[in-house]
């Protein structure tokens, strides 16, 4: 049994050196996927004009539903993505809307391609999740580093009660991290951050709001507390 999860373990790896195959293939099949914003966009979005914010980074923009969104606001967004296809919908969705955004393919444990304190806000919707803690943190450093001094951060992930589930076969890899055998994201790894979790890993935020929204995903705003680093 043990050498079995090991063998799991070593596939994993091994398919995760490529750019996210099962969200390429989940955008394959299913289009989109999202076709709204998250149902608190717009009170965020509110939030960021009263802070002066103007330039967004959307971490993971997937098709783009908050890229289009937050443009149509008059905000100037980039995104980032490591689902060719994901980006290929998202492209396709600015332009018949005509608005531009800079999107980019790149995987968000990488530096990310942006200099220090460029962007005034950074979304991730959904996205951080996917990966190991030792990658969350890098990603985190990240946020911190391309964010202006007292720049804004609004992320949602999924709950640690999520692991209940028993409908994805959810194999453990490391404490709180998941890669589920069954269902459409079968073979993503999920992280299930505990409230504590994201206090301590994003220490250098200072948190204004955290709750679970009506996906049950959790979702947090936050400004970073010093100047660049
Ligand atoms: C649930 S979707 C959310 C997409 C988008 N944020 C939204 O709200 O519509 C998760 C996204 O994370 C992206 N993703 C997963 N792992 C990634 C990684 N290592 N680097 C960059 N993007 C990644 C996937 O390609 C997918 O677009």
Redesign the pocket.
């Known amino acids: 049994m043990r050498n079995y999860k090991i063998m799991c373990h070593v596939t994993y790896y091994q398919r995760g050196a490529g750019a996210?195959p099962d969200?390429e293939s989940i955008f394959g099949e299913e289009g989109k996927v999202?076709t709204e914003p998250?149902k608190d966009m717009p009170r965020i979005a509110q939030i960021f004009k009263e802070r002066g914010v103007k330039i967004i980074l959307?971490l993971?923009?997937?098709?783009g539903?908050?890229l289009v969104y937050l443009s149509k606001l008059g905000f100037r967004m980039y995104g980032?993505?490591?689902?060719p296809r994901?980006l290929a919908l998202a492209q396709e969705w600015l332009s018949e809307s005509g608005l531009k955004a800079d999107i980019k393919l790149?995987?968000?444990?990488a530096p990310f391609p942006y200099a220090d304190g460029f962007f005034d806000a950074v979304i991730a919707?959904?996205?951080i999740h996917?990966?190991l803690v030792r990658d969350i943190l890098k990603t985190i450093h990240e946020v911190e580093r391309v964010l202006r001094p007292w720049g804004s951060i609004f992320i949602s992930v999924p709950t640690d009660r999520t692991p209940s589930r028993g409908d994805w076969d959810l194999q453990m890899v490391e404490k709180g991290t998941y890669i589920p055998h069954k269902g459409k994201e079968s073979g993503v790894l999920h992280h299930y951050f505990t409230e504590e979790e994201i206090y301590s890993m994003f220490d250098s935020f200072d948190i204004l709001e955290m709750y679970i929204d009506d996906t049950g995903h959790r979702c947090f705003l936050g400004t970073k507390k010093k100047s660049c680093s």
């Open positions: 996210t969200w999202f998250h959307d993971g923009c997937g098709t539903r908050h980032f993505d490591a689902s994901a790149h995987k968000m444990e919707v959904h996205v996917h990966n």
